[in-house]
C-alpha cells in the first residue's frame, strides 16, 4: 500500500499464458475462504477466463497493519485495484466482487476512481455506516453489533498471540444470547476493549454525527462512475440501503455510463447462507443461489465485452407469496399506491386474544390501546432483518404466536382477504402515541397470517422516540404528550394470498436485534438495570389521531 503497509492475496488464474481480465475479491474474513458461504469457489471463475485475486484487508490474517473498520478501505482499495491491473499476462480491467463487508470495500474503492475499475457487484450492504449498519433509528443494532465484534475480534487476538484471549471470546460467542444482556455496554470484557476499540467508539456516537461521515457512501453519490449490479435480499438487514444505493446512483451517479448501467437484483434471502431455505420457510426452486453465474455474466458484459444472450432489467426482484422473479424499468414498481390500513379496537387490542382490527376505513371515536413495557422482559425478536448468522442473530421468516400472546404487544388483524394482495415497495407506520416516559422506543411489524394461524413476518421497524426528528440530534420526549411518529418497516415485495390475513404488531421492543432501551434519557453504552423503568405506552386510533400502516400495493397492469 502507499504507506508501506503489506497486504496479502491469493490469486487464481486459467492454466495457460494468455492474458485474462482481473475479479478481486478484498475481504477481512480470511482470503482462503473467499467468501464461499454464498460464492462459488475462486477456482471456478477462474476456469471461465478470469484472474481471480483474493486478499485479506489491511489487519486481519496474513495481511499486516492494523484493523479498524473501514478507516484505510478507500485507500487500499484503490491501491489493490491498481495492483492487480499491472499483474504479468492480466488484461487491465478489474471488476470487484464481495458482500457485506467485501460489498463496502467496494463502494468505498469505486468512491477514489481508480482507473482499472471497470464494474462492481456489492451484495448484502447498505448506503450509511450509522443508519442500518451501526444504528436504525437510534436504536443500536446489538445483535449484529455484539455477535460480529466477538467474531471479528478473535482473528485479532490470535495475531497478538494472546490465546487466553481468544478462549474468552469463543466462550462469549458460544453463548452470545447471553452475552446481549450484559451490561453496561460500554464496560465489555478486557479482551473486546483492547481487541475492538472502536465498538466503544460506536457506542460513543450515539447519534449521526462527523464520526459516520467520512466511512458514508450517501453523501458521496456524485462519485460513483462504474456499473453496479446490487445484490440484496428481502430478509437483509441491509436491504434499504442497497435500494438506496441503486436508486440514487442512477440519479446522481458521476457519469452517464454509471447512471444508466446501475441493475438491482433481489432474492428472498437473509445475510446469509443464501439459499431458497429461509428461517422456517421454503421459497421453492425459483429461489435457489444462482448468483454466481448472474456475476459471471456481468463480469463477461463489462470485462470482455460479451454481451449477454438476455438484457438483464434495470430491477429484478423475487415476489414473496406466490414464489415468482419480476422485472420493472424501476423502484419502487410503477403502479404501486401506497394504500392506508387504520388500526381499531374496541375494547383493548392486547396480544392475539385481542381485539385490534385492520383496515381501509378510517376511524371515528374510538379508545386507545394500552400496554406497559419495562425492559427486563423485553418482546424477543423472533426471526427479522439481522445479521449475520442465524444461529446468533434473530433472522428471516418465523412464527410470531410465541410473541403474540403477550399482552405487551398490541395485534391488529385484517378480515380473510377475499383476493390476492400484493406489495412491492417499502412499508411505512403512522402512530399517534404517548408514553410516560421521557423516553422510549416504539417498533412495529407487518405479518402474514395464514389460514391454519401460522403467522410469518414480513417486515419490521423501530424508532426510539428522541430520534423521532432527528438522526443528529436526539431530544427527549414529554410524557403523557400524544406525539405522530412515522417510520419505515423496509422495503418489500410480497403476496398476502387468498384467505390470509395482514397482521401489524406494536411494541417497544425487539431484542437482541436492538438493544433495550430503559425508558430514560440514557446513552446506549452507559445503561444499567438500575436505569429500567417501566413505560406506559398509549397508541391512539381516532378521528383525530388515526394511527396506520402505509402499505405499497401493486396493482397489477
Known amino acids: 500500500m502507499r504507506d508501506g503497509v503489506r497486504l496479502h492475496a491469493d490469486i487464481y488464474r486459467p492454466n495457460d499464458d494468455l492474458p485474462y481480465p482481473v475479479l478481486l475479491l478484498r475481504t477481512p474474513y480470511n482470503k482462503e475462504d473467499a467468501q464461499t458461504m454464498n460464492y462459488a469457489h475462486p477456482s471456478w471463475y477462474a476456469r471461465h477466463g478470469y484472474v481471480v485475486v483474493i486478499q485479506d484487508t489491511r489487519g486481519r490474517w496474513s495481511s499486516e497493519g492494523d484493523f479498524h473498520p473501514y478507516l484505510h478501505e478507500e485507500e487500499d482499495g484503490y491501491d489493490t485495484i491498481e495492483w492487480a491491473a499491472s499483474l504479468p499476462q492480466v488484461i487491465p480491467r478489474v471488476g470487484l466482487y464481495g458482500f457485506s463487508y467485501a460489498g463496502a470495500v467496494q463502494w468505498l474503492a469505486a468512491l477514489s476512481r481508480p482507473p482499472h475499475l471497470s464494474c462492481i457487484a456489492p451484495g448484502m450492504i447498505g448506503s450509511d455506516s450509522y443508519q442500518g449498519k451501526a444504528y436504525r433509528n437510534g436504536a443500536l443494532n446489538l445483535a449484529l453489533q455484539q455477535s460480529w465484534i466477538l467474531f471479528a475480534a478473535q482473528?485479532?487476538?490470535?495475531?497478538?498471540?494472546?490465546?487466553?484471549?481468544?478462549?474468552?471470546?469463543?466462550?462469549?460467542?458460544?453463548?452470545?444470547?447471553?452475552?446481549?444482556?450484559?451490561?453496561?455496554?460500554?464496560?465489555?470484557?478486557?479482551?473486546?476493549?483492547?481487541?475492538?476499540?472502536?465498538?466503544?467508539?460506536?457506542?460513543?456516537?450515539?447519534?449521526?454525527?462527523?464520526?459516520?461521515?467520512?466511512?458514508?457512501?450517501?453523501?458521496?453519490?456524485?462519485?460513483?462512475?462504474?456499473?453496479?449490479?446490487?445484490?440484496?435480499?428481502?430478509?437483509?438487514?441491509?436491504?434499504?440501503?442497497?435500494?438506496?444505493?441503486?436508486?440514487?446512483?442512477?440519479?446522481?451517479?458521476?457519469?452517464?455510463?454509471?447512471?444508466?448501467?446501475?441493475?438491482?437484483?433481489?432474492?428472498?434471502?437473509?445475510?446469509?447462507?443464501?439459499?431458497?431455505?429461509?428461517?422456517?420457510?421454503?421459497?421453492?426452486?425459483?429461489?435457489?443461489?444462482?448468483?454466481?453465474?448472474l456475476q459471471l455474466a456481468w463480469f463477461d458484459r463489462w470485462l470482455k465485452g460479451v454481451e449477454p444472450s438476455v438484457e438483464l432489467a434495470p430491477v429484478t426482484y423475487f415476489r414473496m407469496g406466490t414464489n415468482t422473479w419480476h422485472e420493472e424499468q424501476q423502484w419502487p414498481p410503477a403502479g404501486t399506491v401506497n394504500t392506508a390500513y387504520y388500526l381499531h379496537s374496541t375494547s383493548k387490542a392486547n396480544s392475539i386474544n385481542g381485539d385490534g382490527t385492520l383496515d381501509i376505513l378510517p376511524p371515528a371515536e374510538e379508545y386507545a390501546d394500552t400496554y406497559v413495557y419495562h425492559p427486563s422482559i423485553a418482546v424477543p425478536a423472533l426471526g427479522g432483518r439481522s445479521g449475520a448468522v442465524p444461529d446468533l442473530t434473530p433472522m428471516g421468516p418465523r412464527n410470531q404466536i410465541s410473541v403474540e400472546i403477550r399482552n405487551d404487544v398490541l395485534v391488529y388483524s385484517s378480515a380473510p382477504l377475499g383476493n390476492d394482495l400484493a406489495l412491492a415497495g417499502e412499508a411505512k407506520v403512522e402512530l399517534y402515541a404517548s408514553t410516560s416516559a421521557e423516553d422510549t422506543d416504539f417498533v412495529a411489524k407487518l405479518v402474514d397470517v395464514y389460514p391454519d394461524g401460522r403467522s410469518y413476518n414480513i417486515a419490521e421497524g423501530i424508532l426510539r422516540a428522541s430520534f423521532r426528528n432527528s438522526l443528529s440530534e436526539p431530544e427527549p420526549v414529554v410524557p403523557?404528550?400524544?406525539?405522530?411518529?412515522?417510520?419505515?418497516?423496509?422495503?418489500?415485495?410480497?403476496?398476502?394470498?387468498?384467505?390470509?390475513?395482514?397482521?401489524?404488531?406494536?411494541?417497544?421492543?425487539?431484542?437482541p436485534t436492538f438493544d433495550r432501551n430503559p425508558n430514560r434519557w440514557v446513552s446506549p453504552g452507559e445503561v444499567t438495570e438500575a436505569d429500567f423503568v417501566t413505560a406506559t405506552q398509549c397508541i391512539y386510533h381516532d378521528e383525530r389521531y388515526p394511527s396506520k400502516v402505509w402499505l405499497p400495493v401493486i396493482h397489477e397492469r
Open 155 to 293: 482473528d485479532t487476538a490470535l495475531r497478538q498471540g494472546r490465546s487466553d484471549w481468544v478462549q474468552e471470546l469463543s466462550a462469549l460467542y458460544a453463548d452470545v444470547h447471553a452475552y446481549y444482556k450484559r451490561l453496561p455496554l460500554s464496560d465489555p470484557p478486557e479482551s473486546v476493549k483492547k481487541l475492538a476499540p472502536y465498538y466503544l467508539d460506536w457506542l460513543q456516537h450515539r447519534s449521526r454525527d462527523d464520526y459516520w461521515h467520512s466511512t458514508s457512501l450517501r453523501e458521496r453519490y456524485e462519485l460513483v462512475e462504474v456499473p453496479a449490479l446490487h445484490i440484496g435480499g428481502w430478509y437483509d438487514i441491509f436491504i434499504d440501503g442497497t435500494i438506496e444505493n441503486f436508486t440514487e446512483i442512477r440519479r446522481r451517479g458521476a457519469t452517464q455510463k454509471a447512471r444508466e448501467h446501475q441493475y438491482l437484483f433481489i432474492e428472498p434471502w437473509f445475510h446469509m447462507p443464501w439459499s431458497r431455505y429461509v428461517g422456517e420457510l421454503d421459497f421453492g426452486p425459483e429461489a435457489a443461489n444462482r448468483i454466481d453465474e
Open 480 to 511: 403523557g404528550e400524544v406525539i405522530r411518529y412515522e417510520f419505515s418497516l423496509g422495503p418489500t415485495s410480497a403476496v398476502f394470498r387468498q384467505g390470509h390475513r395482514i397482521r401489524l404488531h406494536v411494541s417497544s421492543s425487539l431484542f
